[in-house]
């Protein structure tokens, strides 16, 4: 034997001694473990992360305190993931290191570490409550959310710690209130902070929650509350109370944010009553004394006296313009129905309606007098808590396929993400030639500590054909369609019924680019449609779009110049959650939202007035702002004055 072999020998022995000292020290010293990687721009300034959550990219992403750090994902989602951005740096007085057997108080509870086992899991007891939590990974207990974001493992468990982020776990109510959040119970209202008892109506009233699929309608009663889910026509519903995306209706400013959009006379409140006996009405006590004319009803509302008119503007409303009405109907001669009804629409983003706002902000529409509410309370929990993952649809050149007999820069259509099922097998990237073959790489094998790739031909797709190859998510079809011009790739949902198509051209029997053109977006190489029917070519917009299973098109007319489409795909189909919620009554405790979704909250004579001093103008329900006339009455400032820049002329 030469004396190169010897050294190459020698080399691979001192390798594999390495490779076995790391991985002893590895359950010996700091234990690493990793958890499932959320998706390539994950954090934002609308979703920011806290400590040890990627990918981010830039400090504004990362909650307060954090900095986003640069190539340091294989210590959180493993080394495939090891140029991943992740949120870390100091966390102040949220960050405890904790030696085995130590605690510390937060919020009043006691935080014990009690075990951490060999693989780097730990048990912790909060106020005696045994807990355990992965390597990496957070648990929500006693309100408290704990992060494990270091562990150490002593086989005596002596010199055993951990280093724990420990955050107050807050929450929107139903009524989209802060609470504070609890793994049993849920959202819990906060005591003492001027809003109603959130998921807890402590002034009587009836509640219930539903969650409903974006782009579906609203609907249910509840003590005399009941919304009419009208008629969805294309993408508007024309009447009826639905939650729609920028692309399930027709307003874009929604971006990937939902909307709760109401038509005319969609929310109604109402009973039918027999003359003079005493009934609840939106949460107050009331009696109808008689009828006049054969059309309007006498009724005495919480110990006041008040016409009631078909069609005519409600207790407290402006005559003109009202957002309430009244909803009468003289049954016979003792009996009448008396209610209410909306005569605003929610259709646009300018109208100010309930709508989300990332993670953060929620909204609802009140009844008056505080008789109900329906609210939008955001996302499903399991979007909240897993986010959207990374995937790319995209013009590539130079596709190395060498492991499967062709060359190393072959031009493709590539389909990248986490998880893609291929043939039962769980797959990252699809590569797809212009003459219809498709490849796809089984994953990564860890063969004698050497980490392998493998690609593999699946099939090819004939001229004319659009076949499934794979399944993204649970409910994605990713399916091709050859054309002698092109490969289209779609995302079909049969769940939502809604499909997302990228258009790539085809240039001498080769991929060659998305759209017709290379470098160049245009509006049809990116096309969505529902029910069959074509929609919108988003190819050009330049805004974040969402559709109704989810998926997030991050602004398609800048990636499109790069020939690309990238995507934000959920584990599953998202819902919105509503919140509805009837007879709480005691208006003067209740908080409420004016047009310009500034805080307000009603006075006594049940009008929505602004709250002071943050940083919005007094107004009313209507975005009329308000003023004192000179009489000491309540008034709204002429069109165009306003009062928080001094005096205005008030009518």
Wanted: charged fraction near 20%; charge should be negative.
């Amino acid at each position: 034997m030469d004396n190169k072999s010897k050294s190459i020998i020698v080399f691979v022995i001192l390798a594999a001694f390495v490779l076995f000292v790391g991985s002893i020290s590895s359950l010996t010293g700091r234990a690493v473990a990793s958890k499932s990687f959320p998706g390539w721009g994950y954090c934002n300034s609308d979703n920011q992360c806290g400590y040890g959550n990627g990918d981010c990219d830039r400090d504004s992403d990362c909650k307060s305190g954090l900095k986003c750090v640069k190539d340091v994902g294989a210590n959180y989602y493993g080394n495939r993931f090891r140029t991943v951005d992740v949120c870390e740096g100091d966390v102040n007085t949220n960050d405890y290191f904790l030696n085995f057997g130590d605690s510390v108080i937060v919020d009043g509870k006691t935080v014990k570490l009690v075990n951490v086992n060999p693989v780097g899991d730990i048990t912790v007891e909060v106020n005696g409550l045994s807990i355990s939590i992965e390597a990496k990974h957070s648990e929500l207990v006693e309100g408290l959310n704990i992060f494990a974001r270091e562990t150490f493992y002593d086989s005596n468990n002596i010199n055993s710690a951990a280093t724990l982020i420990i955050e107050i776990a807050y929450c929107p109510t139903n009524l989209g209130c802060p609470g504070r959040l609890y793994s049993i119970g849920g959202c819990r209202d906060l005591i003492d902070d001027g809003c109603p008892a959130g998921q807890t109506i402590s002034n009587g009233g009836s509640t219930f929650g539903l969650e409903v699929p974006l782009g579906g309608v609203v609907s249910g009663s509840i003590d005399g509350l009941s919304i009419n889910p009208g008629n969805l026509l294309g993408r508007v519903s024309e009447i009826g109370v639905s939650v729609q995306t920028s692309l399930t209706s027709a307003e874009d400013d929604y971006q990937k944010d939902i909307a709760l959009e109401v038509g005319r006379d969609a929310i109604k409140y109402g009973k039918t009553i027999n003359l003079n006996n005493n009934f609840d009405f939106l949460g107050k006590q009331a009696i109808v004394s008689g009828v006049v004319d054969g059309r309007d009803v006498l009724i005495e509302l919480d110990g006041q006296h008040y016409v009631a008119r078909d069609e005519e503007a409600f207790i407290g409303e402006s005559r003109t313009d009202p957002d309430w009405i009244w909803d009468v109907q003289v049954l016979d001669s003792s009996i009448v129905y008396i209610g209410i009804e909306n005569d605003f629409v929610y259709n646009d983003y300018s109208d100010g309606g309930p709508m989300t706002d990332g993670f953060k902000k929620v909204g609802c529409i009140f009844l008056p007098m505080n008789g109900g509410s329906i609210c939008l309370n955001g996302f499903d929990d399991k979007t909240v808590s897993e986010g959207w993952f990374a995937y790319t649809m995209k013009y590539e050149p130079d596709a190395d396929l060498s492991y499967a007999g062709l060359s190393t820069s072959e031009r493709t259509v590539l389909v990248g993400g986490n998880d893609i099922l291929i043939n039962g097998e769980i797959s990252e990237m699809v590569w797809i030639k212009g003459n219809g073959e498709v490849y796809y790489l089984d994953g990564y094998r860890i063969i004698n500590s050497k980490i392998n790739k493998k690609v593999k031909f699946l099939r090819k797709i004939l001229e004319g054909n659009s076949e499934k190859i794979g399944e993204i998510g649970s409910g994605l079809d990713l399916t091709v369609t050859k054309t002698s011009r092109s490969l289209i790739v779609n995302l079909n949902s049969v769940s939502s019924k809604d499909t997302l198509s990228a258009e790539f051209g085809i240039a001498g029997g080769e991929a060659n680019s998305l759209g017709s053109i290379q470098g160049l977006e245009e509006a049809t190489e990116l096309t969505y449609g529902i029910h069959g029917n074509l929609l919108s070519n988003i190819g050009t917009k330049d805004e974040d779009h969402l559709t109704a299973y989810g998926v997030r098109i991050e602004n398609p007319k800048s990636n499109g110049a790069n020939d690309m489409v990238s995507l934000g795909i959920p584990s599953q189909q998202i819902k919105a959650k509503v919140g509805i919620t009837a007879g709480i009554g005691s208006p003067s405790d209740i908080f409420c939202t004016t047009i310009q979704r500034c805080s307000g909250k009603y006075d006594a004579n049940n009008v929505c007035v602004d709250i002071p001093d943050d940083g919005c103008p007094a107004t009313d329900t209507m975005g009329n702002i308000l003023c004192k006339k000179l009489n000491g009455d309540q008034g709204v400032c002429a069109s165009g004055q306003d009062s928080s820049l001094g005096s205005c002329i008030c009518v």
